[in-house]
């Protein structure tokens, strides 16, 4: 069985810093999906990664899969990105997600 | 190309009666999958399914619960006899193929938030 683990679990920063997530996973995997959800409840899946690094504008997804590990980094974070984040990955190479409890990020201006 | 809908988005049921929640795929996709996210809990799955077959249905709450995805029309996660437990948000997901084991993403729904009085 596949365990997600994230890391901060709430996160505070101030507008324009420089933001980390971390996420580790206990078995290895085919990809792992990066999500956000807005205060309202919404979920938008941010990133589906299996090696290296993707960019989607001011956001990054960086995976590790020798070290199980992946992280997500904000540059110039602004308040509109206050939500929460989640990362995903398959159960046992089967269709099922395993989802990370999510960092809830705050971005005051 | 509408995104995956999701309908009602709220739905308040009384104990004893049954809810139905809907899930319309995005356009040309053919695989569903529903989750749901307890009050200060995250996701978790709940069934996977493709058109008229339910592939993973390994989330799913043994009693009450049922999901159906017909040929036409939406998917369908029917709960029976709600308790004030199942109160949560429902998403459904959907991808043009396997999701999650594949290169395919799943695009999200809105959520139906389900309140048991």
């Known amino acids: 069985k596949n365990e997600v683990e994230q890391s901060p679990q709430n996160l505070t920063a101030q507008e324009g810093e420089f933001i980390t997530i971390n996420c580790s996973y206990s078995?290895?995997?085919?990809?792992l999906h990066w999500l956000q959800q807005h205060p309202g409840g919404g979920i938008v899946s941010l990133f589906m990664?299996?090696?290296g690094k993707k960019k989607h504008g001011r956001l990054i997804a960086t995976i590790n899969i020798q070290e199980k590990h992946s992280s997500l980094h904000i540059t110039a974070s602004h308040p509109r990105d206050s939500a929460v984040y989640i990362c995903?990955?398959?159960?046992?190479?089967?269709?099922?997600?395993?989802f990370g409890k999510g960092t809830k990020l705050t971005v005051n201006p | 190309n509408a995104g995956v809908m999701q309908n009602p988005r709220h739905l308040v049921r009384r104990r004893g009666q049954e809810a139905r929640l809907r899930c319309s795929p995005m356009?040309?996709?053919?695989?569903v999958y529903w989750y749901r996210q307890l009050p200060e809990e995250g996701l978790k799955f709940m069934v996977y399914?493709?058109?008229?077959?339910?592939?993973?249905e390994s989330g799913m709450p043994k009693e009450r619960f049922s999901a159906e995805f017909p040929k036409e029309g939406p998917s369908i996660l029917r709960i029976q006899q709600v308790v004030r437990g199942d109160s949560a948000a429902y998403f459904c997901?959907?991808?043009?193929?396997?999701?999650?084991?594949?290169?395919?993403?799943?695009?999200f729904g809105p959520g139906t938030r389900l309140t048991v009085t």
């Open positions: 356009k040309g996709h053919s695989h």
């Open positions: 078995v290895g995997i085919s990809a």
């Open positions: 995903a990955v398959p159960q046992g190479g089967s269709e099922k997600l395993v």
């Open positions: 997901a959907s991808s043009p193929a396997a999701g999650w084991v594949s290169t395919y993403e799943q695009y």
């Open positions: 990664l299996s090696s």
């Open positions: 399914l493709q058109k008229e077959n339910i592939i993973d």
